[in-house]
């Protein structure tokens, strides 16, 4: 008799499922993992809850009702080319432990996915779904559900962190964003023609209000008030300590605003001791070569960028080099 109910049933996501999903992800991702911090339920609820761009879960059910599995994304609005669009991120799928057939072989984990997948991959519902799938989720993405690498691995550029930098005091740390950043994001949507939507409201959904780390957002405004540039930084990464610039919407023809803000999240770093700085950019991005031109260096990381697209119109071709991506967009909260 087998210890384990083998069969399942799918449904998506009902209120209340939450308290269940939480223990079975405590569970998972506990395992293994002396370092392991539980994920509270404010931080579910951020996430999925009160994401302005919506939710994406479906569930298993085993025989008696409980919860087994997880196929879920993180939904955003996304950039292409100036438009509007939705995607989302692959985010938190598991299976419990008694379920797993091994990720190279097919099983609950891969039925979730290709369910999941006919189900919300549409290009009315999202264009496109990425991820960072791990060493061994990326076996099965890309062999059994048709993830394309874009990068991998992903690089990220580091730097050590110098002692002696000055801040200039018209970088100033502000609370949340308003329309000054969508006046700035406007301006720069058309250069960065595919990626996440970086405005306002999802800023300060996405920094602002997660509850489970500390964001630093730097401005740097005009003499009228108007960004020329902002950025988020944020102190450990990966449980490193390091300074990690996270997001990053500065235009390419001013680069003293780039000096300007990148000096502000060094002298934070200086002050708390933080070494190095670290920053993942496109390596053919203009963003990257400035990096390289400030001493940054690329390391390779364990970290695979991959792309479902579902938009007929979008080609892996085009959007490899065209890719606007930062540390905000992954899942390391």
Not at 42 to 66: C, M, V, Y
Not at 105 to 124: K, N, P, Q
Not at 153 to 158: F, K, M, R, T, V
Request: net charge negative.
């Amino acid at each position: 008799m087998p210890d384990a109910p083998l069969e399942w049933t799918t449904r998506p996501y009902q209120p209340g499922d939450e308290t269940e999903i939480l223990a079975l992800f405590n569970e998972v991702f506990s395992e293994n993992n002396p370092d392991f911090e539980p994920r509270r339920l404010e931080h579910w609820q951020w996430e999925f809850e009160k994401n302005p761009a919506g939710q994406r879960i479906l569930l298993a059910i085993d025989t008696e009702g409980s919860i087994v599995g997880q196929f879920c994304s993180r939904p955003a609005w996304a950039n292409v080319r100036g438009e509007k669009m939705l995607c989302s991120e692959a985010v938190d799928s598991l299976v419990a432990k008694a379920y797993r057939k091994g990720l190279r072989r097919r099983g609950l984990f891969v039925s979730l996915a290709e369910e999941f997948i006919e189900t919300h991959g549409r290009e009315d519902l999202d264009v496109f779904m990425y991820g960072c799938p791990n060493e061994l989720a990326f076996p099965v993405g890309t062999r059994l559900l048709h993830y394309r690498p874009v990068f991998a691995p992903l690089p990220i550029l580091e730097r050590a962190t110098r002692s002696d930098v000055k801040r200039s005091e018209d970088v100033v740390e502000v609370e949340r964003f308003g329309p000054e950043l969508d006046r700035l994001w406007d301006r720069l949507k058309d250069a960065q023609s595919f990626g996440l939507w970086r405005d306002s409201s999802y800023w300060n959904w996405r920094y602002v209000d997660c509850p489970s780390v500390t964001y630093r957002m730097l401005s740097l405004p005009d003499a009228e008030g108007e960004l020329r540039g902002a950025a988020v930084v944020r102190e450990k990464w990966l449980d490193k300590d390091v300074l990690a610039l996270v997001d990053w919407l500065v235009p390419r023809d001013d680069p003293e605003a780039a000096t300007l803000l990148l000096n502000a999240a060094e002298a934070l770093a200086a002050a708390s001791d933080l070494s190095p700085l670290q920053t993942w950019f496109h390596p053919e991005q203009p963003e990257a070569e400035w990096f390289r031109g400030q001493g940054f260096e690329p390391r390779d990381t364990f970290f695979n960028l991959c792309i479902r697209i579902y938009h007929p119109d979008l080609t892996l071709r085009w959007i490899k080099p065209e890719w606007y991506f930062t540390m905000g967009d992954s899942d390391i909260y």
